[in-house]
């Protein structure tokens, strides 16, 4: 089957998870951009609180990079996981799915950092494991936007559906007719931050993020 094939399905809620992958607080100074992906990253985990999507986070080694950012509010998540091992897919984080889905979930939505890093070894475990992965772009950064932009040329050719956050949420919504329609209007009315996809990496970029 081809991989437009595999692709031609809508997000079910019932059937998806949203993983947030390491938005962690020292990072903010390290990563140009964080700032637009944090933007980003707590409209999309608005909208999965409103259409009840189930929401893992893991945080990489907490004790030296500290929690997830304060700016996302991840009271509701299903587990806050730490982690030493660069994907998310650990034990703990494949014991919440089996008691969240009874197994699997169909399509894990994944965002967070570093993109070639954790993003990409944790959608590597997740296809191996038969999960559709959706991968939410403009939620996602590295460093040197080279390697983010590198990673999502390589995993898009392995499978990966590449989206955004606002099609993520509008793929959830499905109708205006939808009974979450004003609360869904009320997140996209501001339109979601720019993530600088295919664009280099800039001195003033990363001064930017650190204001």
Known sequence: ????????????????????????????????????VIENSK??????????IPLLVTEQYPEKLGPTVCEIDIKHACGVVPKTKFSMVIPPVEEKMKSIFGGTP??????????????????????????????????CASRLNQDRDLALERLRDIGCTITSTESVIFNLLSDKNHK????????????????????????????????
């Open 1 to 36: 089957m081809s991989k437009i094939g595999r692709s031609l399905y809508r997000l079910q809620a019932d059937k998806t998870l949203f993983l947030l992958c390491d938005i962690q607080e020292k990072f903010k100074p390290a990563i140009p951009l964080l700032g637009a």
């Open 106 to 139: 169909q399509t894990a939505v994944l965002f967070g950092i570093e993109t070639h890093v954790c993003i990409e070894q944790t959608a590597f475990d997740l296809l191996n494991k038969k999960i559709n992965v959706w991968l939410v772009a403009d939620c």
């Open 180 to 211: 979450s329609f004003k609360d869904i209007a009320g997140l996209v009315k501001k339109v979601s931050a720019d993530l600088k996809i295919w664009l280099p990496t800039t001195t003033s970029t990363a001064a930017a993020n650190k204001k």
């Open 43 to 52: 409209k999309l985990v608005e909208a999965g609180k409103v259409f009840n």
